[in-house]
Structure formats: structure tokens, C-alpha cells
């Protein structure tokens, strides 16, 4: 039976990547874009709750086993940027762990996914 709901937990590096991304959004569009940008990446949050059967998911077996990527540009959002995330069921427990939000010009093999501390 597939769950109806995953958890979802922050790698430290993916809360670091969100602020950033908002700051940057602030400094250079204003407020009003960086809340709609905000609801964007928060939409895509979301529809990850639901699971890795998400429509438009891709599968990044070149940055590790069970590692996806979702797009942030999706519900009628813009935005260029990837939720990096890997997925895991122990013990009857559901969890997806967004790793890192990176831009999609990005090359995501030379950027750190994972840190000691995590």
C-alpha cells in the first residue's frame, strides 16, 4: 500500500540554498516576486508530499541511488531552479530529504549533495 502523505525533512544545506535563493530574488525583483517565487518552490514542496510517483520527477541515478530531481516550474509557476532530493522507506516510515535547491543551468555532478553533518 503506497502512502498518501511522505515526510519531508531539510538537509541544513537545502534551508541555506532556499534563503539564498529568496535573498536574491528580493535584492534583484523586490518583495512582491520574491513571495510569489517563495509560493512557487513552496507548490512544489507540496506535490512532493505525495511521494516520488510526482508527475515530471526525473530520476538522477548519476548523483546517487534513489536520488530525483523536481523542478520548481510547475501549478502554473515560473522558475528555473531543481529540488535535489533522495527517497527512502525504513521501517514502515516514508521520507523524502530535500538535499539541495539548485539552479537548472547548474551542473549538478559538481555540487556537494551530501556534507558530513548530515
Known amino acids: 500500500m503506497t502512502p498518501t502523505k511522505w515526510t519531508l525533512e ?11 535563493i529568496l535573498a536574491w ?13 517563495a509560493q512557487a518552490i513552496e507548490s512544489a514542496f507540496q506535490d512532493l508530499h505525495q511521494g516520488p510517483d510526482v508527475v515530471s ?28 532530493f533522495s527517497v527512502a522507506s525504513l ?15 547548474m551542473d549538478l555532478q559538481r555540487h556537494q549533495l551530501f556534507t558530513d553533518a548530515e
Open 10 to 20: 531539510f538537509s541544513s544545506s537545502a534551508l541555506k540554498d532556499y534563503q539564498d
Open 25 to 37: 530574488t528580493l535584492d534583484r525583483f523586490g518583495a512582491k516576486q520574491a513571495r510569489v517565487y
Open 57 to 84: 520527477l526525473r530520476w538522477r541515478p548519476e548523483l546517487g541511488a534513489r536520488i530525483a530531481s523536481l523542478h520548481v516550474a510547475r501549478n502554473g509557476y515560473k522558475g528555473r531552479h531543481l529540488i535535489i
Open 91 to 105: 521501517e514502515g516510515e516514508t521520507v523524502i530529504r530535500v538535499l539541495r535547491l539548485l539552479h537548472d543551468s
